[in-house]
């Protein structure tokens, strides 16, 4: 479930142009924390469209993939925040937009598990692709959240929907099955008529997969970093796609069908999870490597049938992820 046409690669030139905006609405909202790790990450994103500018300034030898894994996913970041600045909800988002200079923005890094910020910037992500997809969205408080609402609700299709969102930081199958389960009930316990969970895997992907080093062993001796850059995005989507695979075959495999069935047997939730991943690659056009930016909300097959309804509200949400940019 990838959604429709989108243009994935990513442009140092409007990057630098986004950050300058990004920094104006932050001093409108009087978010002003120049120490903050969020400033000196937009300082990055300028320091490589420098380094764009003038390739002589930068050191051929250092392996820049962190950064240019982070500056992607920030980037991706403040286009989803720009694009609701003007939305009549958007005040909806001032408790979670005051998390910014405090928490790791980038989706497309894994993020420290103390870092329990990040993990609420991840409500306001989905959270502004909800304002521009559907009507009547509440988010539930970072602050004062108890955890026992849904952190996303909406009308949609004539029905109330709720989203419970999770961030994993291990692939183990218990906790995993822990954070659904959780998920599960916040919906239950709400007014909603029916939802989803959510789960990003950012601190679960294999990101040396989707953007490899392939010369490791001459790089530590002094050679300049060689990435791999694949021929489309393919190719990389199906190892993003595989990472959900692999959690589903684990859910699986512990529950077996019955289990499995019996998790959302007279719930409000749809009989199925929603995994997000994205991840920053290279992709090889006329020669050059251009980075590129991968994201995608999938749900994956369960024992039971996923409704039309709840295929119809994730694709909603991936053709917006992709539609701003």
């Not at 920030?74 to 979670?96: E, G, M, T, V, W």
Request: charged share 20%.
């Amino acid at each position: 479930m990838n959604g429709q046409s989108y243009n994935p690669f990513y442009s140092l030139q409007n990057a630098a142009a986004r950050v300058y905006a990004f920094l104006d609405l932050l001093d409108q909202l009087g978010i002003k924390d120049k120490q903050s790790g969020l400033y000196r990450a937009c300082i990055k994103v300028l320091e490589h469209h420098e380094y764009h500018e003038k390739p002589e300034l930068r050191n051929g030898k250092t392996d820049n993939r962190a950064d240019l894994q982070a500056i992607m996913g920030l980037n991706d970041f403040i286009a989803k925040i720009l694009s609701a600045r003007y939305h009549p909800q958007f005040n909806l988002l001032y408790p979670h937009l005051r998390l910014l200079p405090t928490a790791l923005i980038p989706q497309t890094v894994p993020a420290d598990v103390r870092d329990q910020g990040s993990n609420k910037l991840f409500e306001l992500y989905l959270a502004i692709l909800c304002l521009h997809c559907f009507s009547d969205v509440e988010v539930d408080s970072p602050e004062n959240s108890k955890g026992d609402n849904p952190d996303i609700m909406f009308k949609f299709l004539n029905k109330k929907w709720g989203i419970a969102c999770k961030v994993m930081h291990s692939a183990k199958v218990k906790t995993i099955l822990d954070r659904i389960q959780e998920g599960i009930q916040q919906i239950e316990h709400s007014d909603a008529d029916t939802g989803i969970v959510i789960i990003s895997l950012r601190n679960i992907i294999e990101y040396n997969d989707i953007l490899p080093l392939l010369n490791p062993t001459e790089h530590k001796t002094g050679a300049d970093p060689v990435y791999g850059a694949f021929t489309n995005t393919i190719l990389p989507g199906v190892l993003l796609y595989a990472d959900s695979e692999k959690i589903r075959d684990s859910l699986h495999e512990e529950l077996g069908e019955s289990g499995a069935k019996a998790l959302f047997s007279g719930k409000k939730s749809a009989p199925n999870v929603c995994m997000f991943v994205q991840a920053s690659s290279l992709t090889a056009i006329g020669g050059l490597p251009v980075p590129t930016i991968l994201r995608m909300f999938t749900i994956l097959q369960w024992y039971d049938k996923t409704p039309d309804e709840t295929v119809c509200m994730v694709n909603h949400l991936n053709n917006m992820m992709h539609l701003i940019q």
